[in-house]
């Protein structure tokens, strides 16, 4: 008889369920649980890693070329996307080696077709001292066309791509730009009076984040009557093409004028804001027969309609001085003004210290190595002029 205490299986062992048992089944049941989850961390890794890599990729194009259409997630502009991107620590060394690119800006104070030329000079100058576009600086280029509105726009779009240098070329445009910065450094490339117009403390010791090369002084403004004079001896009445706004420009016809009482002439300003102003006031000098013009504008209609100021002084039988060669070599008779060529040839040098480390304070404001002189004796011959041998003589130019 078995006792209240007994195992109904005498012969066998109690089944006892120890630790390594209960080890073993957890083992048996988690294994396959273990293996899906390192399999889908694996695979989470590697779609991390393609992600990561993708976007790097993505952010290093957007940030070599600029382009809007390079932008992910809406954003509208480089400097959004990048601060978007600045808490990614797999992203941000990338971006921080494109960043290390300077980033020039030029805004240039002409149409593209006539600006081209002196573009091409300050691209060819900044690739020799090892500025190129896309490999070692990003260049951004903008016209401002002598229209105000175009100068704004392009101010806008260039301040927001955060250069590290701008460089620009007439008052116009430096003049709006200090409007808009004080702290990024500025180089112009042809400017008449910049410590009259508020640009610099003084030619030798600019100060603040502004420097360049001047055009010409005052002292050529009458020396533009007298080369008209010597080419056109009846000339009695002559018009001056100047921007009413520019300080520089109301300076120069100021200088002309202190020469006209020796030379005999009479002096009619010509505004240049729109080119239906200037077409009236040139008709008026011309109905006289013995008129001439003067052009030292570099802004408003003078700029956007230089082609039409030439084609209405050979209309109109005008013998014209203008300030700037290229007038002369697309139909105008005679010009006296710096060498642009060499002047953005310096503009580039100067643009090369800064980027190196000088500071445009420190940089003197430079007035033009020399002066050319450029006849077209198809025009004059046009206007029945015979232009005198001592001018030919001293002439850095002349086209035939």
Same mark, same amino acid.
């Given at each position: 008889?078995?006792?209240?205490?007994?195992?109904?299986?005498?012969?066998?062992?109690?089944?006892?369920?120890?630790?390594?048992?209960?080890?073993?089944?957890?083992?048996?049941?988690?294994?396959?649980?273990?293996?899906?989850?390192?399999?889908?961390?694996?695979?989470?890794?590697?779609?991390?890693?393609?992600?990561?890599?993708?976007?790097?990729?993505?952010?290093?194009?957007?940030?070599?070329?600029?382009?809007?259409?390079?932008?992910?997630?809406?954003?509208?502009?480089?400097?959004?996307?990048?601060?978007?991107?600045?808490?990614?620590?797999?992203?941000?060394?990338?971006?921080?080696?494109?960043?290390?690119?300077?980033?020039?800006?030029?805004?240039?104070?002409?149409?593209?077709?006539?600006?081209?030329?002196?573009?091409?000079?300050?691209?060819?100058?900044?690739?020799?001292?090892?500025?190129?576009?896309?490999?070692?600086?990003?260049?951004?280029?903008?016209?401002?066309?002598?229209?105000?509105?175009?100068?704004?726009?392009?101010?806008?779009?260039?301040?927001?791509?955060?250069?590290?240098?701008?460089?620009?070329?007439?008052?116009?445009?430096?003049?709006?730009?200090?409007?808009?910065?004080?702290?990024?450094?500025?180089?112009?490339?042809?400017?008449?009076?910049?410590?009259?117009?508020?640009?610099?403390?003084?030619?030798?010791?600019?100060?603040?984040?502004?420097?360049?090369?001047?055009?010409?002084?005052?002292?050529?403004?009458?020396?533009?009557?007298?080369?008209?004079? &010597?080419? @056109?001896? *009846?000339? #009695?009445?002559?018009?001056?093409?100047? /921007?009413?706004?520019? $300080?520089? %420009?109301? !300076?120069? =016809?100021?200088?002309?004028?202190?020469?006209?009482?020796?030379?005999?002439?009479?002096?009619?300003?010509?505004?240049?804001?729109?080119?239906?102003?200037?077409?009236?006031?040139?008709?008026?000098?011309?109905?006289?027969?013995?008129?001439?013009?003067?052009?030292?504008?570099?802004?408003?209609?003078?700029?956007?309609?230089?082609?039409?100021?030439? &084609?209405? @002084?050979? *209309?109109? #039988?005008?013998?014209?001085?203008?300030? /700037?060669?290229?007038? $002369?070599? %697309?139909? !105008?008779? =005679?010009?006296?003004?710096?060498?642009?060529?060499?002047?953005?040839?310096?503009?580039?040098?100067?643009?090369?210290?800064?980027?190196?480390?000088?500071?445009?304070?420190?940089?003197?404001?430079?007035?033009?190595?020399?002066?050319?002189?450029?006849?077209?004796?198809?025009?004059?011959?046009?206007?029945?002029?015979?232009?005198?041998?001592?001018?030919?003589?001293?002439?850095?130019?002349?086209?035939?």
């Amino acid at each position: 008889m078995l006792g209240p205490h007994a195992s109904a299986f005498a012969d066998e062992p109690p089944t006892r369920s120890t630790h390594a048992d209960r080890h073993d089944h957890r083992s048996r049941v988690t294994a396959p649980i273990v293996r899906h989850l390192s399999e889908l961390k694996h695979s989470a890794a590697t779609m991390l890693e393609t992600v990561r890599t993708s976007l790097n990729l993505l952010v290093l194009r957007f940030a070599v070329t600029g382009r809007t259409s390079e932008m992910p997630f809406g954003w509208t502009n480089r400097r959004t996307f990048l601060a978007g991107l600045s808490s990614s620590a797999a992203a941000w060394p990338l971006v921080a080696r494109a960043r290390e690119m300077p980033r020039i800006a030029v805004l240039l104070n002409f149409d593209e077709k006539s600006g081209h030329p002196l573009l091409s000079v300050l691209l060819q100058e900044l690739r020799r001292t090892g500025w190129i576009d896309g490999e070692t600086a990003h260049i951004y280029v903008r016209w401002g066309s002598g229209d105000p509105g175009k100068i704004r726009k392009a101010i806008g779009e260039l301040l927001a791509l955060a250069p590290d240098l701008i460089i620009t070329s007439s008052t116009p445009p430096t003049s709006m730009l200090l409007e808009a910065t004080h702290t990024i450094p500025i180089v112009f490339g042809s400017i008449v009076d910049p410590v009259g117009s508020g640009f610099v403390d003084s030619l030798s010791q600019p100060g603040g984040n502004v420097t360049g090369f001047i055009n010409y002084e005052y002292s050529i403004g009458p020396k533009w009557l007298e080369l008209l004079k &010597e080419v @056109a001896p *009846t000339v #009695k009445r002559v018009g001056i093409l100047r /921007d009413p706004t520019n $300080v520089a %420009e109301i !300076g120069m =016809l100021g200088a002309i004028q202190t020469a006209g009482p020796y030379l005999g002439v009479e002096f009619r300003p010509v505004d240049t804001r729109t080119f239906a102003e200037i077409e009236r006031s040139i008709s008026m000098v011309a109905r006289s027969g013995d008129g001439g013009l003067i052009i030292t504008s570099g802004s408003g209609a003078a700029v956007t309609r230089r082609d039409r100021i030439i &084609e209405l @002084a050979a *209309t109109l #039988k005008l013998p014209a001085v203008y300030s /700037d060669r290229g007038y $002369v070599l %697309e139909g !105008g008779l =005679l010009s006296y003004g710096p060498d642009r060529v060499d002047q953005y040839r310096n503009v580039a040098s100067y643009a090369d210290r800064i980027l190196r480390g000088e500071k445009p304070a420190a940089l003197p404001v430079q007035a033009p190595m020399r002066l050319l002189t450029v006849v077209n004796l198809k025009t004059a011959k046009a206007l029945g002029l015979t232009v005198p041998h001592s001018v030919l003589a001293r002439a850095d130019e002349v086209i035939e």
